[in-house]
Structure formats: structure tokens, C-alpha cells
Nanobody, 123 residues
Framework: QVQLVESGGGLVQAGGSLRLSCVAS????????VGWFRQAPGKEREFVAAIKWSVGITYYADSVKGRFTISRDRAKNTVFLQMNSLQPEDTAVYYC????????????????WGQGTQVTVSP
């Protein structure tokens, strides 16, 4: 099993920034890709960004490309999501996610989920 713990969510005004962190523990060697999903009230959980752990290749949803940056600290088993130019549309619970093989870009590909951290962007 892999445990994922997110932190860094909060309330910001439109145009502001937040940096989310996700610390992985347990059998972290059993995952190849780590990413972020988000879910707004009444909406489907959607892909935000992902990174191939070993080589750092990144992937982004079109809605966040150019505003969000995913990165990782391999020594600390931590993945980050730097979110800039936040918009009210970004308001959601953000979940860290890991896939055993490949990069998690669909909900059904995710093997492990974090508990989620709330991001609220006010107008």
C-alpha cells in the first residue's frame, strides 16, 4: 500500500497562488506516476496534472496549463503542485493520486488516493 497525504490548501483571492504538497509513504516503489485530480461540488473528479516519478516528465490538463506546475522531490517522496493565477473555477478539493504503472490521468487508473485538500478561490 501507498499512503498519500496532501496539504497546502486554503482560501485565496482570484489571481493568487497556492502550493500543494503530497507526501507519499509506504510502498512508494510500487508506483510509477503521481498526479493531482480535483473535484468541485456536483462535478466529476477531473485530472489536473501528473508526473512520471523517475524521470520527471509532466502532464497537464488544458485548463491549468501555463498556470500550474507539478514537481517532485524524490528524496522526500513529495510531489508539489504550484498553482498560480488561480480563478474561482479552480475551487475544488484537490487529491493526490498514484498509479502503479504509467501516469495517472484518468480516475479509473488511480491505485491510491490522498484524503484531499480544499482549495477555495474567491472572486
Amino acid at each position: 500500500q501507498v499512503q498519500l497525504v496532501e496539504s497546502g490548501g486554503g482560501l485565496v483571492q482570484a489571481g493568487g497562488s497556492l502550493r500543494l504538497s503530497c507526501v507519499a509513504s509506504g510502498r512508494t516503489f510500487s508506483t510509477e506516476g503521481v498526479g493531482w485530480f480535483r473535484q468541485a461540488p456536483g462535478k466529476e473528479r477531473e485530472f489536473v496534472a501528473a508526473i512520471k516519478w523517475s524521470v520527471g516528465i509532466t502532464y497537464y490538463a488544458d485548463s491549468v496549463k501555463g498556470r500550474f506546475t507539478i514537481s517532485r522531490d524524490r528524496a522526500k517522496n513529495t510531489v508539489f503542485l504550484q498553482m498560480n493565477s488561480l480563478q474561482p473555477e479552480d475551487t475544488a478539493v484537490y487529491y493526490c493520486a498514484a498509479r502503479r504503472y504509467g501516469v495517472p490521468m484518468r480516475v479509473d487508473e488511480v491505485a491510491y488516493w490522498g484524503q484531499g485538500t480544499q482549495v477555495t478561490v474567491s472572486p
